[in-house]
């Protein structure tokens, strides 16, 4: 049977355990169709008006002449009949924000924690079109949706590794492929951390999934942190030395001063949980904040109550970020960068809701009413229509 929203929540046959062990951010893994006959999610005339939408990150690619070049969006309306007989490739982030049957695409490997997912981005390319050789920071899964694509994959890469000179395109200077496959749709091709690769559509209306994962960088972790923290410190917290001996040579910098500076310069770095806290909501903040996806009526705690007596499931947004970290009593939800502390049957709930994209009417407790409605008035939740 087709590949359908409910169909495409499992990989049939995948062994996660050995998935695990042997192949995530370790080597590549090719999957061949595992869910038997395949539809395609989305239409390309879709993904083209996402384009042009102005709060949607889209960039056109063409080759012309071995000359790379990059069209940043939102994208004109005529700019796809104004193309030329040159290779071209579009690409929109985050396309399963805005499309369910998109967002479907990630239940499969919802193994890996809800904070790592970072988005689907969908390309679509004519024959010959692609990106170029490359590497990312970051774990993918490649779907073909539709046509079929050229995979080469590559040596691992670094920061050493030569790149052409482009202003928007971090494209590989040399590209020696080691292994070379054909993806036909419903195909998946999962690609490590840093692993070179190229991609080329070898037929007109190609299009391939990207399941993309978050890696923060150790530069990006110490800058939040810190950055938090500044926030919260006050500047009249400064360092004292009441008792203070005659220094044997004024230029030196003793090494008790040393050890006091060092120390009120980390303790609060080493404030495990203060980075729990700041960390669930860096790891859940929006992509696109500037998306307003509030409900245009607010909703009351009686029409929570009201529509979960009629048997309305809760249903997540894909644009919105869920996740928990365990306290002492209870679980700190985290949703779109904002902390809601939970105990008790709210907790429960709390881990219930960052489970599933969907929760029946039947799993939500009384006490979860009141953080029901603040989620629906933020646009994180709404109740599927019955």
């Not at 998946?188 to 692993?195: D, G, K, N």
Request: contains cysteine; glycine residues 8%; hydrophobic residues 45%.
């Amino acid at each position: 049977m087709p590949a359908t929203l409910a169909t495409l929540a499992r990989l049939p046959g995948f062994d996660v355990d050995a998935f695990l062990r042997d192949h995530w951010q370790r080597k590549p893994l090719l999957i061949r169709n595992p869910w038997g006959e395949w539809h395609n999610p989305l239409e390309p005339d879709e993904l083209a008006g996402l384009a042009c939408e102005p709060h949607v990150e889209s960039r056109l690619i063409t080759l012309e002449s071995e000359d790379w070049n990059l069209e940043n969006g939102p994208l004109p309306e005529d700019r796809f009949a104004r193309l030329g007989r040159a290779p071209w490739t579009l690409l929109v982030q985050a396309v399963d924000h805005y499309v369910p049957e998109v967002a479907a695409l990630v239940e499969p490997f919802r193994f890996i924690p809800n904070w790592r997912i970072d988005d689907v981005m969908v390309s679509y390319a004519v024959a010959g079109g692609g990106v170029g050789a490359h590497f990312d920071q970051y774990d993918v899964f490649l779907i073909q949706g539709l046509g079929t694509r050229r995979w080469q994959l590559g040596e691992l890469c670094d920061g050493d590794t030569p790149l052409l000179a482009h202003d928007g395109l971090r494209l590989l200077a040399e590209f020696d492929p080691v292994e070379d496959w054909v993806l036909e749709p419903g195909d998946i091709l999962y690609v490590p951390p840093r692993v070179a690769h190229k991609g080329v559509a070898l037929s007109d209306d190609c299009m391939t999934y990207s399941v993309g994962f978050r890696a923060p960088s150790r530069c990006e972790l110490i800058a939040g942190w810190s950055d938090n923290m500044l926030d919260e410190i006050d500047d009249d917290d400064r360092y004292t030395d009441t008792v203070l001996d005659p220094a044997a040579n004024p230029g030196e910098i003793p090494a008790a001063a040393l050890a006091r500076l060092h120390a009120l310069a980390t303790e609060g770095l080493r404030d495990s949980a203060g980075f729990a806290r700041w960390f669930g909501g860096y790891a859940t903040a929006p992509k696109n904040p500037e998306i307003d996806w509030r409900p245009e009526e607010p909703q009351s705690a009686q029409d929570v109550a009201d529509a979960l007596a009629q048997g309305c499931a809760l249903i997540r947004n894909p644009a919105s970020r869920f996740a928990f970290v365990r306290e002492a009593d209870g679980v700190t939800l985290f949703v779109d960068g904002e902390a809601y502390p939970c105990s008790g049957a709210l907790a429960a709930f709390a881990e219930t809701l960052c489970a599933a994209p969907t929760v029946p009417a039947g799993a939500v407790d009384s006490a979860a009413h009141d953080l029901i409605r603040d989620l629906l008035n933020t646009g994180a939740l709404a109740f599927e229509d019955i």
